[in-house]
């Protein structure tokens, strides 16, 4: 466990030194300009647009720090050659795996609860500014917990696609990793409609094709709550659950196979 | 107690070429034993196969064929890591650690922590010559000076098998001379040092015993002084001073004689001429010592004529296969 903590602190130590959280300022004044701008041109509909945003940004940034580092992760200590004398102290193939996914999860999780603290102190000054009237017509009340929920899912989603970047790391270049990450990601999004593809395609081929694509691609709509959470509509706890242990077996199975392909490759 | 390094039969093969595959057998057959508390010196020219068997050893790479053991356990043991060392050949670390960061996270990775990983790290980069800069990032770095952290990685745990692969490569000729004071000190400790070098001076100054490897195979093994191709075959002597008429005279017992400037010569010797003899014959007619060096081969000549002597099938017929592809 030592060897996987101290390889993923060092991932860590690396985002940061890479200036990874300048990002979280962009999401910052992003936040405070729109909702400053919002206010000036909507009446009793700016906290659902400012929850939209947050929750969205907190999305796009979240895929962009997934994307940009979990694509480098492995590929980038072989291109170096630091994983040579890495490798020849006390840290196994697979702890160096699993340290290096844990070290981006937990820049991840830093990145998330800072972006979720920065949405909840905007909604605290819509709360404290707009008149008690305006309020009573808000779907949702403006510190809504159900965000946290939103939140949650994003997390769990930004983990899977994480997992797939650190799966095309370690047998592909950075490049090849990052398109298949972000094509992996979009289909991912759209895997709800290739079950119904025979639908819309006569060819039988193709139809099965689609189907086996669907059971084989993870369903990343599932883990999009954002509208029901901003309109107040229920997401229950037992559907965060199932959706999260959904997203944890994708995680673990790919982590397994980065593994398995990461301990036999060599390093010419 | 088993040895320090047990290499048998190791061998190597790579996928070359994009559309058609070909293997080439970067390291053939490779059967070498060292013993505790030698210098060891992995000797042959770029290419050879050196960086591959040290690689293999590290389990960087995995072997075609045949197996190794480190201390008695086979290499990727875990536990053998904690006990052993290497430097990679031209090391690169992670640019936006400084020295001391580095060091620190692989003494965690041993579990070491509080004072006593920062007193090793400290101790560590003293004894490189790492000063104030232990502070700065990496990025900054010289080629030296990251050389000088490689080795200062490899120490980090006492290690009781260090392997250096081209440990003088980058350095300075103050900083070869340090190296080497280390690999001496580390051997006085009773530690094994595995080496690789293309450069004959480096194994002559600090190992007993030597394997020569070319073209992936073993060419020779053994001490330095036994393999014949090393041994002396004449003297160079730089004299200064020497007049024409003195040169005519001794010129019938020199194998070759060039004129570096205005009365300075170098006199190749062939070993039955005493070059004390000559030397005394010269300075008596007031000529002046420059400098006095035995001649022997070099890796280069003896890789050379070690494939002309076994002839077209000195390569394994794979390596041959391949390279006829070429």
């Known amino acids: 466990m030592r060897a996987i903590r101290v390889v993923a602190v060092n991932v860590f130590r690396e985002s940061v030194r890479d200036r990874v959280p300048y990002n979280l300022v962009v999401f910052a004044v992003l936040l405070i300009a729109s909702s400053y701008l919002i206010g000036q041109l ?8 400012i929850k939209d945003l947050g929750l969205a940004a907190t999305s796009i940034f979240g895929l962009f720090i997934s994307i940009f580092i979990g694509i480098g992760l492995v590929s980038k200590e072989v291109e170096r050659r630091s994983i040579y004398a890495l490798l020849s102290k006390p840290v196994s193939r697979s702890q160096f795996i699993a340290g290096k996914y844990a070290g981006l999860v937990l820049t991840l999780a830093v990145n998330v609860s800072v972006m979720a603290i920065a949405l909840y102190v905007i909604l605290a000054y819509m709360v404290w500014t707009e008149p008690p009237t305006i309020r009573a017509g808000w779907d949702a009340p403006g510190l809504d917990p159900a965000l946290l929920k939103a939140v949650f899912l994003i997390f769990v989603e930004l983990m899977l696609v994480t997992a797939i970047a650190l799966f095309f790391s370690t047998f592909s270049t950075p490049i090849v990793a990052a398109v298949m990450t972000f094509g992996l990601y979009v289909a991912g999004h759209f895997n709800a409609d290739l079950k119904n593809f025979e639908k819309v ?23 999009d709550v954002k509208t029901q959470v901003v309109h107040g509509l229920p997401v229950t706890l037992g559907y965060l659950g199932s959706t999260a242990a959904y997203g944890l077996a994708y995680v673990a199975a790919l982590v397994l196979v980065s593994t398995f392909i990461f301990a036999r490759r060599d390093f010419k | 107690m088993p040895s320090a390094i047990h290499i048998e039969e190791l061998t190597k093969d790579y996928a070359v070429g994009f559309w058609r595959q070909r293997p080439y057998r970067a390291l053939d057959r490779l059967t070498l034993e060292i013993e505790r508390g ?16 040290l690689k293999l050893l590290m389990q960087l790479i995995f072997p075609t064929s045949g197996r190794a053991e480190i201390l008695g356990r086979p290499v990727g043991d875990l536990e053998v890591r904690r006990r052993i060392g290497y430097l990679p050949e031209n090391p690169s670390f992670y640019d936006y650690l400084t020295a001391e960061e580095l060091l620190g996270y692989f003494g965690d990775l041993f579990g070491y922590a ?36 490689g080795i200062a990685q490899a120490l980090l745990n006492d290690p009781e098998v260090i392997f250096l692969d ?6 300075d000729p103050l900083g070869r001379r340090d190296v080497r004071a280390l690999i ?30 070319a073209g992936g195979r073993l060419a020779a093994a053994g001490a330095l002084s036994d393999i014949l191709a090393f041994q002396v075959h004449g003297w160079e002597l730089v004299v200064s001073g020497l007049s024409p008429e003195v040169l005519a005279r001794v010129q019938p017992r020199v194998r070759r004689a060039t004129e570096i400037s205005v009365g300075r010569y170098s006199l190749e010797l062939p070993l039955d001429q005493s070059p004390d003899r000559m030397l005394a014959e010269l300075t008596a007619v007031g000529a002046t010592l420059v400098s006095l060096n035995p001649i022997r081969d070099t890796l280069e000549d003896f890789f050379m004529k070690h494939v002309a002597e076994m002839g077209p099938g000195a390569r394994a017929p794979i390596a041959e296969q391949s390279r006829a592809g070429h």
């Not at chain 2, 040092?193 to 394997?211: N, P, T």
Request: hydrophobic share 40%; with cysteine.
């Open chain 1, 42 to 49: 909507t009446a009793g509909q700016d906290v659902k647009i």
């Open chain 2, 166 to 171: 081209e440990p003088m490569s980058g350095l």
């Open chain 2, 38 to 53: 030698e210098i060891f010196g992995f000797l042959g020219p770029n290419g050879a196969g050196k960086t591959t068997t």
């Open chain 2, 184 to 213: 001496l000190e580390l051997r006085d400790q009773g530690r094994t040092v595995f080496f690789s070098s293309h450069i004959l001076a480096d194994a002559e100054a600090l190992c007993r015993r030597v394997a020569v490897v």
């Open chain 2, 114 to 149: 509080g004072a006593d990983r920062r007193k090793r790290v400290s101790n560590l980069l003293d004894r490189v010559g790492i000063g104030g800069e232990r502070r700065l990032q990496l990025r900054k770095f010289s080629k030296g000076m990251i050389q000088r952290v």
């Open chain 1, 201 to 223: 395609v006569s060819s039988q081929a193709a139809a099965r094709l689609a189907r086996g694509a669907y059971h084989v691609l993870p369903d990343l709509s599932a883990f």
